[in-house]
């Protein structure tokens, strides 16, 4: 119950910020209904517990399980098994992200199944690659540069339409379920191997895994050139605490069964892993199977608040500002509100706590929470930009992607690794279901494109945490070297001590 209690403290530190960012803009500047209001208060409430038992249960359960099957992969002998397996993995994972299914229903164009089963295979095929890197020991970097080449390439020659939904999918993908799971088993593939850069091998699985969607997406609109389609988006009629209460019991048992349906393929994974390995004790079995269940409560109460509190929330705050005279401060809005959200994201939680592990405390949670925090500003505030003026995206994603690759030949490989994972983890269900609509509402109320102005916020939130994440290696190598550098100073002063004291002792 300790870890309960502690994880619930530290939920409604990550969520009570952009709650009250909420109030204050609803009894200022924007003037929310109260029945969205309303659903919004009950939705923190869930946000709140949801995270907390999903930290909890993930860290007993799902990061163990990745880390035990990362494992017992590496060990295998044999190299196309392994693979298979690894491609299975990913795509079944990733089909059962609820975090892609928001993603999905939002995008009118695409039909679900046929997005989701896309973005499936592009996983596994990425999942399967981060295999034979870590067996050949390929750098990271020179793997990014070759994809990231070969997207802005293919980004040419798709619709412009789904560009923007291309990279959102790569964001999406890896959510709750997927990024505790894929970060664990690339730990697992680390564990085997020796020297002091062992660890940068822990990292990079999240990030390989974001671009197979992204060049999956690409070749989907380039082949199958879905046409442009227009959604529209009906606001829930709620007028008494009672509605808003029948709001949520509606919605529980709809997410109760898609999570349910979320979690099946990870429990016959889990299944499958005890019968072939036969590792984990009784006492281990029972422990690994209440922390799905913890897991599991969590996903369900978590994604009823965002989707059923937040999502309306988000795109009237969007659509009010749009729509008055105050349109310009959709940005430092935005930005005030992407500088928080992140801190809500549940992957997030498991990103800092992997880190602080594996680097012993050498890179604190602190500093990757600010990190991320200051990145996601300013992605926000780029992608309000956008909607207010119709700039297309492109020229920032490849700015932006341009500059991460170029600080990683300057910065130590892990904080690369850690960067491109952290991409992945920010761009989590908070962003799909608080800030895209936010994004889609504002574009809406502006008569916007959404397709082309309001979708793309995704991408830019996992972007720019490339960046400060790696400059926040830079300032960690720089400390480093001026603490050697003082170190040495000092070591020398000691030795002339020490010969000044030797030749008067002479002399004597």
Known sequence: MAHIFASIKESLTSVLPIAIIVLILSITCVSLDAGVLVLFLFGTILLILGMSFFSVGSGISMEPLG??????????????????ICFILGFIITVSEPDLTVLAEQVPTIPNAMLIMCVGVGVGIFLSITLIRSKKEIPLRGLLLIFYILIIALSFFAPT?????????GGVTTGPITVPFIMAMGAGFAAGKKGKNASEHSF???ALCSIGPILSVLLLSIFFKPSPATSVYEFPSVFTTTEAFKQFALALPKYAEEVALAFVPIVVVFMIYQLVSRKLHKHTLIKMSVGFVYTYLGLVLFLTGANVGFMPAGRLIGAKIAG??????LVPIGMLMGYFVVSAEPAVHSLKRQVSEITKGGISQKSVAMALSVGVSVSVGI????VLTGIPILPFLIFGYAVSLIISYFVPSIYTGIAFDSGGVAS????????????MGACEAIGGNVMTDAFGIVAMIAMTPLITIQFLGL??????????????????????????????????
């Open 67 to 84: 880390d035990g099957i990362g494992k017992f992969i590496n060990k295998n002998n044999k190299f196309v098994i392994p693979l298979v």
């Open 161 to 169: 339409e789904f560009v923007p939904t291309a990279f959102d999918s």
């Open 204 to 206: 990079g699985l999240v």
């Open 324 to 329: 008055s005279e105050i349109k310009y401060m």
């Open 383 to 386: 992608s309000m930009l956008r």
């Open 428 to 439: 989590g269900p908070m962003t799909s279901t608080f800030m895209l609509p936010f994004a």
């Open 475 to 508: 300032y960690e190598r720089r400390a480093h070297i001026r603490k050697l550098k003082k170190l040495h100073t000092e070591i020398s002063m000691i030795k002339d001590d020490i010969v000044f004291f030797d030749e008067e002792g002479a002399n004597e």
